[in-house]
């Protein structure tokens, strides 16, 4: 909701110029635009959570994941268990309580029945059941659907059941996730149940050990697959316009697997088999062949872009900066507070001059800004900025004897414009094989500065952009030795023989003669 700026697909429509826009990060809510549109990153479960994926099981609790994730016991019933299983909340009754509907499940020789829903499903032990609908009543005549997967992952002394994130239905959407809202229906319709999550591998569950890397690869695979046919078939009536579409699977999978380029990664101590060592290799041939059969249907006059927004690195150390940042003096515990509350709870704002929140960025406590800020605005903050940056550039782990941070940037002098204010006052350039902790990330202040990374989440690129570039390959001549992200809105207007507007920072990629009558740019 914090974007401000018109996407190039809208502007194009306003010069009735149709686009096709399939999973583009930050496009929830969706666009209202002559197009159709069906939004990505930030789409909700249907609790409303980013992606809660939830495990049934008779092992003794241990309360919530770490990570997006919830333990409900299975009770005893008879011959097999059951439990609840717990949908979004009841805006219809007071108090809003949690909808629910009975679960129950049966294993028997290898295979499971699971009744949810007014449905049975068999499920094979170890296998991904395929999309299940859901169904919470709320109200007479008023139900909510939504979809998941389930896997049995233990059915001998013990019993237990992974079930995906409930992702909305777009057959039946909660709430709108597409443009016109009956695009996610029509697609439904067109190529079968598909995942609505912004994120749709559940790279928490593999974190969390509750599903192994073979079941996250057949996940990301088979999203894949749905995101294909999304675009074929945007593709297919696609006549004059743009088609934009992101495939997330190399984002995903290398974020995950990683550990498997990396002999020295902690993650990666003897978690590893030998058949998935070449997982991010196969990926690359598997979206190189996708590539293949694009080019093989792009028609004379049309440009194909396929581009990514970064690269991967490893992620081996996590580096926590409010530990540091308390360590050295720029922040301050409340008195008796030991630093372990998340989201900063424990600072004490009125002797802290910095903190760190998210991925890579640094803020001074200003006064003015921030509800409780200390920092004088002006030269004040100016001063504790580049002290910031001197003290952070080449921050050495010395337990490691490496550089964990290359350098920090003044965002000040990196951007311009209206919004500079929301951004961070500095911007951590991590060293390859770093990467902010995930404790930091969440505003945790106790623990030390460097510390092993052992997820399975073990590639990132969230650091100096320069060890991380993007690509970019076009069936055009690209004008440019260094094209950026930005450059592609410009690029696509002027294809289409509309001036890009003076607040577009990038630069139009290609001389080439605009496609005002006819082509696609993808």
């Known amino acids: 909701l914090l974007r401000k700026s018109k996407p190039f697909w809208c502007i194009l429509g306003d010069h009735h110029i149709w686009s096709t826009v399939l999973r583009v990060p930050i496009t929830f809510p969706p666009d209202k635009f002559y197009g159709a549109e069906l939004s990505a990153m930030c789409v909700p479960d249907l609790l409303g959570t980013q992606g809660t994926f939830t495990l049934f ?29 717990e949908g979004p909340p009841n805006s ?18 290898g295979r499971a029945r699971i ?12 296998k991904l059941s395929d999309w299940i609908t859901l169904t919470f009543p709320a109200a007479p005549l008023i139900k909510v ?41 029509y697609l439904a319709k067109k190529i079968g149940q598909y995942s609505t999550l912004g994120l749709a591998e559940d790279t928490w569950a593999l974190n969390e050990g509750v599903i192994d890397d073979g079941t996250f690869l057949q996940q990301a695979y088979d999203i894949d697959a749905e995101r294909e046919r999304m675009f074929f078939a945007g593709l297919d009536k696609l006549r004059r316009g743009s088609l ?51 080019m093989a249907r792009v028609k004379d006059g049309d440009v194909l872009m396929v581009l990514s927004d970064h690269g991967f690195n490893s992620f081996r150390r996590g580096v926590n900066l409010n530990s540091w940042l308390h360590a050295n003096g720029y922040l301050t515990l409340q008195p008796g507070a030991d630093g372990c509350a998340e989201w900063l709870r424990d600072v004490d704002w009125s002797r802290t001059r910095a903190y760190a929140l998210g991925l890579t960025g640094m803020f001074l406590n200003v006064k003015g800004r921030e509800a409780q800020g200390i920092v004088e605005p002006g030269e004040g903050a100016a001063q504790l900025r580049q002290e910031l940056v001197a003290r952070l550039s080449g921050l050495a782990d010395e337990e490691a004897a490496a550089v964990g941070i290359t350098e920090a940037f003044e965002t000040r002098a990196l951007y311009s414009g209206p919004y ?53 390959f076009c069936n055009r001549p690209i004008e440019s030795t260094d094209p950026a992200l930005i450059d592609i809105a410009p690029t696509a207007l002027h294809l289409f023989g509309i001036e890009p507007p003076a607040y577009m920072e990038g630069k139009v990629l290609m001389a080439t003669a605009s496609l005002r009558h006819a082509g696609a740019t993808l």
């Open 420 to 472: 500079l204010q929301n951004a961070p006052d500095l911007l951590i350039g991590y060293n390859a094989g770093y990467r902010t902790s995930w404790d930091c990330a969440t505003g945790v202040v106790a623990g030390p500065v460097f510390e092993d990374n052992l997820k399975a989440w073990s590639g990132d690129h969230c650091i100096d952009p320069r060890q991380v570039p993007g690509v970019l």
């Open 244 to 294: 934009v579409c992101v495939f997330d699977a190399t984002d995903r999978i290398q974020h995950m697997f990683w550990r498997y380029l990396d002999p020295t990664h902690p993650a990666g101590r003897g978690r590893e088999t030998a058949e998935h060592r070449d997982a991010i290799e196969q990926l690359y041939l598997h979206n190189d062949a996708l590539v293949g059969r694009v």
């Open 92 to 109: 219809l009754v007071a108090g809003e309580p949690a909808l629910a509907i009975p679960l129950s499940i049966r294993a028997d020789q």
């Open 145 to 185: 659907s939504g979809i998941c997967r389930m896997l049995v992952t233990e059915m001998d002394e013990h019993v237990s059941l992974y079930v995906t994130p409930i992702n909305i239905d777009p057959e039946k959407p909660a709430m709108p996730i597409s443009h016109p809202s009956y695009y996610s229906t």
């Open 115 to 126: 009744n949810v829903s007014g449905h049975r499903h068999t499920l094979e032990m170890g």
């Open 57 to 85: 099981t008779t092992r003794p609790m241990g309360g919530r994941f770490k990570e997006g994730g919830t333990r409900v016991e299975l009770r005893k019933n008879g011959h097999g268990f059951e439990a609840s299983l």
